[in-house]
């Protein structure tokens, strides 16, 4: 499971820097947003992946990470889904703002010279 | 101090934070309407927060060397567990900064910027509110979340005013600031991973006893969030959105910016100190050449960005990269006496950054007047300093210049007299000129490279640093001298026949503040000198911070009160 989560999140990560390093304002929200992914599953990964584990402790089990998985990055992650989600929606506002001013959607707000 | 008043210290730590958020809301209450209504209630809360602020500075100030660190718990849970704020020199001096910016740049604002937006007061209340949580906060993603308040209300107020320039420079800010927060998340995850816990105090009280195997994580982490950091702190090569972001902004909010830089810097110095402090074993001072060395290349770059620049807002955005670079490198050297001095300038250069900001505005529009009176938008109306230069009929004996004209008795207009002024007293501190507080500021800093403790005699890489950081201080200090001179005679000296600017008393009066705060810091080099070195022996000896954190004990709840028969 750590094999496939490490592969999703390098993929993920690593499509996100590309596109953000795209000449089009449009990929670069996408290359934002698939960067936001990679970090929530980043971070959800770092509080040890476990199958069938309740983030409570149960009474009668032992209060260690075999038997409830951790609560703190799943909290961490919800806080940090919010906020990217919020921040991606606003960077649509301005790449369309940009796009509505300039009259292209080329970051720079105009094309290259060729 | 002890008792109910340490008792209300404690309970006034939350006020920053809350008193903004507070009316911030009742402010989007209002939705597009009842400007003045937000106008009044913005002023009244941000004088609240400076007079809060500035006494919690003195309580501070007042209760001696003995105590390190006053910590507030808002949930009243146990320590590593529930979120905590603390409050120790440099975050109440970097709240009473903030404070004062923030009411000369709303003062500022009344007069003409607060109306080209609709949402400006909440923004700029919501951004106060960023400013002092990250401050504030004891724990790493409390510092995250404050962050990204900071940078969305930033991102509003960056937009203030609308405009192609403005969101072109602002897309391209919230893209940088977007990454360098999943970066910030990234190395708060790693610390999570290795320490197990969030709170910054109990990371710092347990990375002793992280095995070696997990060394190469932890060091990857804080590298992480370095360079989140440092981004925001406008470091080279990270600074490239700093320049068109800055001089797109409306005054006020390029005015509040100016802090902004400095979050980025106190993040650093806060976990940095707490993580790697001088004595700790096996990770001594972890990235110091790093910082010091990164510190020098951003102050190179900025010197050299000065030193080019043709307009006066390039020069103070770069001036601000200046800034940064020198308090990077004079804080990687973790010597006491050197922090406390870049601390110390770190108040100066900002404020005065923050007054040039405004006052670029002013020069600006007397440029605009001069060239194309037709085209002057300013109103007429309200401007007491719009005097007539034509005095009374000559006598037949009088000097005159080469466009015969009286050359003795001819009033200057008190508005020009305050641009020079203004400019002069700005100037001088970025510079770091005497009399003022860069000056002080270079002298305490130079003194402290010259008479380290332990540098000498230690490695080459560090006594060719601390050399390097010597000459460049100067050199930048040249370097803004001969870029404010030229402009200085471009923007005052030259200009002939222009009409006298027509200013304001209500946007004279907020640089006229900042300006006597800059004066305030030399006539009080003393006692502000004295409380920045203690700041800086309180963080590079960070025991007692960990202690005061650590040792905060909830409230026990009131004894329940039996039920009435």
Redesign the interface.
Known sequence: MEVVISIAIGVLAGSGVWLLLRPRTFQVLLGLALLSYAVNLFIFATGSLSIRAEPIIVPGQPADLLHYTDPMPQALVLTAIVIGFATTALFLVVLLALRGLSGTDHVDGREEAR | MNGPAANAVTHLIAAPILLPLLSAALMLLGGARWRPQKAVLNVISCLAGAGICTSLLVAVDTAGAARAAWVYLPSNWPVPFGIVLVLDRLSATMLVLTAFIGLAALLFALSRWQRAGVHFHSLFQLQLMGLNGAFLTGDV?NL??FF?VM??AS?GLL?HGS??RR??A???Y??VN??A??LF??G???L??VAGT?SLADIARKLGQIPSADRGLLHAGVAVLGIAFIAKAAVWPLNFWLLPAYTAASPPAAALFAVMTKVGFYAVLRIWTLFFPTGSSGTFLFGADALIWIGLATLAFGTIGVWGAQRLDRVVAFSLIVSSGTLLAAAGFAVPELTGGALYYLVGSTLAASAFFLLVELLERSRRLGDDPALSEVPREGAPFMESTTGPALPPDANLDDEERALIGRAIPAGLVFLSLSFAVCALVTAGLPPFSGFLAKVVMLTALLHPRGLWGGSVSAELAAWTFLALLIISGLAAMIALVRLGIRYLWAPQGRPPPALRISECLPVGMLLTLCVGLVIGAGPALRFTSSAAETLLRPERYIDAVMSARPVPPPPARKAEP
């Open positions: 993603f995250f979340v990204e940078l969305v991102y937009l405009g192609e969101v072109h602002g897309l391209h919230i893209a977007l990454v927060s999943s998340l990234i708060a995850a790693m999570y991973g969030l």
